[in-house]
């Protein structure tokens, strides 16, 4: 390989201290999900891409519970559903006063609860008038649900296979409950119509561009602190309970509290997700919270690489585009295309879109990075496989 003679131009000092602190490709992230979509998309694209950075909040968490911490879970759509039913009764309750339902048999409680006969909201639904409480409890009802599971399994050493299977049947219980609780859920139909946030119409097209807004930045602010996690002495311990669990605990660490802690902090994620969701797309149903949409999510961070939070966002993001594409153009022939999808790029790229960061782009802007006069040789020399870390 030719050196780079002393006269060529070398990277900026800033794109030099971004790659160098680690932060490159989120900062890549950032620019293309705040500055290119919402200037190259329509605002019913912009708000379908929305949607699909809602799913990478569970992409993001799964990151951080099966990549680092050794936990695998298939039944994040448990959280990623709670969090979203969460703001839904917040969201109906406000579209449900007195004056908009005065043709129901009992004005002022949802529409599902009238056709089902209920005289009186069940107490409760009324805590959620309130959207400090709701946006609370976004947080706290996924959040103690995990933990009750994760302490209760992990405490007696029950993990693996096993747990994730544990964590389908919770999937499946929940999604029965919702549709068989019509009356006090929506059923199977959900939460549907839902139309203000506090007086605010979240149906304009200016309030779904400000959502995808606070979305976006509320996933980026996930994701730097999924990252400081990471980079402490508390991500050191996740990977290395992930790879000799029984070193760990021998070690007089308490590996059980460490699974519950990612496992926890993954639902949490889910949970932003789903409220997120709710808002942008106005409703929320129990078909997200089955194994099917669960095993879904558990594919976003396999393609894009359960090792990377960044590559996770992509993962959700070229998924649900193949998604939308295949069941528009060919609408019989969509799940054997996804099928195909994931698999060309799991056998293509074992380690997701992430490995392909990683072998590819990563000594690229390494040597970008370089000094004037530095040979590319001794760049690529620096850095084992052509990266830098």
Known sequence: MPSRSAGAPAAPPFWRALTSSGYASLFVLAALILVVFPLTLDVFRLNLMGKYLTYAF?????????GYGGVLSLGQGVFFGLGGYCMAMF?????????????????????FMDWNQLT??????????????AMLATLVVPGVLAFVISF???????????????????ALILSVLIIGQQGYTGGVNGITDLRTLLGWDIRTDSAKLILYFVNALLLLASIVACRFVQRSKLGTLLLAMRDKEDRVRFSGYDVAM???????LAAALAA??????????????????????????????????????VGAVYGAILVNLGKTYFSESFPNLWLFLMAALFIGVVMAFPN??????????????????????????????????????
Do not use: C
Request: proline share 7%; hydrophobic share 50%.
């Open 91 to 111: 969201l109906k309750l406000e579209a449900s006063d007195p004056v908009s339902t005065k043709i129901q048999s009992t004005p002022g409680i949802p529409d």
């Open 258 to 264: 460490f699974k519950v802690f990612a496992f926890t």
């Open 352 to 389: 997701g879109l992430a490995g392909l960061y990683d072998s590819h782009i990563k000594g690229w802007l390494a040597r970008r990075a370089a000094k004037p006069g530095a040979d590319a040789n001794d760049v690529h020399a620096s850095t084992p496989h052509g990266s830098a870390d």
């Open 58 to 66: 569970v992409a993001v968490g799964l990151v951080m519970a099966w």
């Open 272 to 309: 932003i997700g789903g409220a997120m969701f709710t808002l942008q797309v106005g409703f929320m149903s129990p078909s997200f919270v089955g194994i099917v949409p669960s095993i879904e999510m558990v594919i976003f961070a396999a393609v894009g690489g359960r090792m990377s939070l």
């Open 152 to 170: 209760a399994m992990f405490k007696r050493r029950v993990g693996g296979v096993y747990f994730a299977i544990i964590t389908q049947a919770v």
């Open 120 to 133: 009186a909201l069940p107490f409760w639904w009324k805590p959620f008038h309130s959207l400090p409480f």
